[in-house]
């Protein structure tokens, strides 16, 4: 059996009160000694099996919480309308994407309520998790072009700032408040993948130089000073 790092105590109690709270809905008797069953089976839950520790932030900033309640109503009733503008207009001719989102935190609590978030609205929904890199993969709709997909992952990103400023850690909420100061999101935009950068240091492989002339993109005489290559991202990546 493997064990599971420690939490204490103190750090699970919310998480029990809530599963305190869902067991009374489950059998919608919303009395004391409900909830206290409850509460015991959660301990039992979250102490002795083994499961992802949400330690929690220890901060919760309801003004925030509000801004992100009030754009994610928002965003409920117009994804609704362009939901139903879809379905009856454009009908099965409509393209999907599925899009993957590296979130700027690994915290678990902050990876799940993200993804719910954008779960929730409709015409989205949320295919896979991966916990490794804290990448969510969302399936949407009507997405025509990569600038379409673009400004969904911006969205998302978004989403994710409100509620890293709502309850995320200390150290998630300094990376938001140095993009607000910088004026850019995490990560590369699909404008930087796509932009050259010259090798610095040795200059490129050998390997990368055969497939460059393979390719016909730079000439066999051309020395390593009076040509260097620049290559995307994703050219250095595979």
Not at 89 to 108: W, Y
Not at 210 to 216: C, H, S, V
Request: proline content about 4%; aromatic content about 8%.
């Amino acid at each position: 059996m493997m064990k599971r790092p420690k939490t204490p105590l103190k750090l699970e109690l919310p998480l029990i009160a809530f599963l305190g709270f869902f067991w009374m809905a489950i059998w919608q008797d919303f009395t004391l000694g409900t909830f206290i069953i409850g509460a015991v089976y959660a301990t039992i839950i979250v102490r002795v099996f083994y499961l992802p520790p949400l330690r929690g932030s220890g901060r919760l900033n309801p003004l925030w919480g509000l801004v992100f309640a009030l754009r994610f109503l928002v965003k409920m009733v117009a994804a609704s309308f362009q939901v139903s503008w879809i379905a009856v207009v454009v009908g099965p001719k409509v393209r999907n994407s599925i899009i993957s989102i590296q979130l700027r935190s690994h915290d678990d609590l902050i990876v799940t309520l993200t993804g719910h978030a954008l779960a929730l609205v409709p015409g989205s929904l949320v295919l896979d998790v991966d916990r490794t890199t804290a990448t969510l993969y969302l399936h949407t709709l009507d997405v025509d072009s990569d600038d379409d997909a673009e400004k969904i992952r911006q969205d998302a990103l978004k989403t994710e700032a409100l509620i890293i400023m709502t309850c995320g850690n200390r150290s998630d909420v300094a990376v938001v408040r140095a993009e607000k100061r910088l004026g850019r999101m995490s990560g590369f935009s699909k404008t930087e993948r796509d932009a050259p950068f010259t090798h610095r240091g040795d200059g490129p492989s050998e390997a990368a130089r055969d497939a460059e002339r393979a390719a016909g993109r730079i000439d066999e005489g051309a020395g390593s000073a009076d040509s260097a290559e620049r290559v995307t991202i994703e050219e250095v990546e595979h």
